[in-house]
């Protein structure tokens, strides 16, 4: 039997009859109309195939069976055919410490989420990024969607060392996701040559988390559950510690609190971004997401942030 990876199709080009498709797929997964939207991607897709950059396609080839295919068509004319379910754009750029691949977009048809595509179109990428001899691949993403704080740091080997506050303007940001929410962002980094990204993406082998790192004065805030049930930001916040490892306890279903309360979801959001920037800028990593379920069940998530060796020894 297939692995749900091995029932995706990645293609490693842009074929001229897929661009058209590509295009309404994005709009489809931001949920966007109008001619800013539509020009815009076309533009970006277009760029990252002719700059020696990356633009992947994914293809059903077996998550769903032929009569759930037919049914899914019925319902929406779009699911007819062979039409790609996800995409990546990347851009090829290089900085002082040389060139790179910027993420620009990735995207996955809400039909198929959860079904490890995002997965099948990241192992392409490490693929390419190898051939194409590509030593570091950049992107960004939400700090509080705990999933992909799991995936990008614990599942792929990234790091963080910066973070950007509201980092995309109004401009890119008329969507369901990001509308009436700063669009603070992590700034990830995956060197594809490193040991720990190797270990991950050629072993399968994800180092274990040692729970006993995870002491209550090492955690430097702390999400509490309120009245109604939903997360908020609790009392405790501190910016005076200088231990390594410590940990930023995130809310562990920002999703649900988006939907139900904006404004307290902005306000966890501000204190959150505000312990990051201060210890990313005493030279702190964020090397790793841990998911801690307590006894009572309720699961609970923290980035943990390791003192950079580099800013200990030039400080000291």
């Known amino acids: 039997m297939k692995s749900p990876v091995e029932k995706v199709r990645v293609e490693r080009y842009l074929r001229a009859t897929v661009l058209?498709?590509?295009?309404e797929l994005e709009k489809r997964v931001w949920r966007r109309e109008?001619?800013?939207?539509?020009?815009?991607?076309?533009?970006?897709?277009?760029l990252a195939y002719l700059t020696n950059g990356l633009v992947l396609t994914a293809f059903d080839e077996g998550l769903y069976t032929p009569s759930e295919k037919a049914s899914m068509a019925r319902e929406d004319p779009w699911y007819e055919g062979d039409r790609p379910i996800?995409?990546?754009?990347?851009?090829?750029?290089?900085?002082?410490?040389?060139?790179?691949?910027?993420?620009?977009?990735?995207?996955?048809?809400?039909?198929?989420?959860?079904?490890n595509v995002g997965e099948a179109l990241l192992a392409h990428i490490y693929d390419c990024a190898k051939e194409r001899r590509i030593p570091r691949i950049r992107w960004t993403y939400d700090p509080l969607q705990s999933r992909n704080g799991y995936i990008y740091l614990r599942r792929l080997g990234g790091l963080v060392r910066e973070i950007g506050f509201n980092y995309y303007s109004a401009v890119f940001t008329n969507d369901h996701f990001n509308r009436g929410i700063s669009t603070d962002r992590f700034v990830v980094e995956w060197y594809i040559n490193s040991a720990r990204v190797r270990e991950r993406m050629e072993e399968g082998r994800i180092p274990p988390f040692d729970a006993r790192d995870l002491k209550e004065d090492r955690k430097v805030n702390e999400i509490v559950i309120e009245a109604d049930g939903l997360e908020g930001p609790g009392d405790k916040s501190l910016f005076n510690r200088d231990d390594t490892p410590l940990f930023v306890e995130i809310p562990y279903a920002q999703d649900l609190l988006l939907k139900t309360d904006r404004q307290r979801a902005q306000a966890l959001r501000d204190r959150c971004r505000a312990l990051f920037m201060h210890y990313l800028a005493r030279g702190y990593i964020v090397t790793d997401f841990v998911l801690h379920k307590e006894?009572?069940?309720?699961?609970?998530?923290?980035?943990?942030?390791?003192?950079?060796?580099?800013w200990r020894d030039l400080v000291c």
Not at 299 to 305: D, E, P, S
């Open 20 to 23: 058209n498709d590509v295009v």
């Open 34 to 46: 109008g001619y800013r939207e539509v020009n815009a991607p076309m533009l970006y897709f277009e």
């Open 86 to 115: 996800a995409f990546a754009a990347l851009f090829a750029d290089f900085d002082d410490h040389g060139p790179f691949w910027y993420g620009a977009r990735m995207g996955v048809d809400e039909r198929y989420r959860d079904k």
């Open 295 to 310: 006894e009572g069940g309720r699961r609970r998530a923290f980035y943990r942030l390791d003192r950079d060796k580099a």
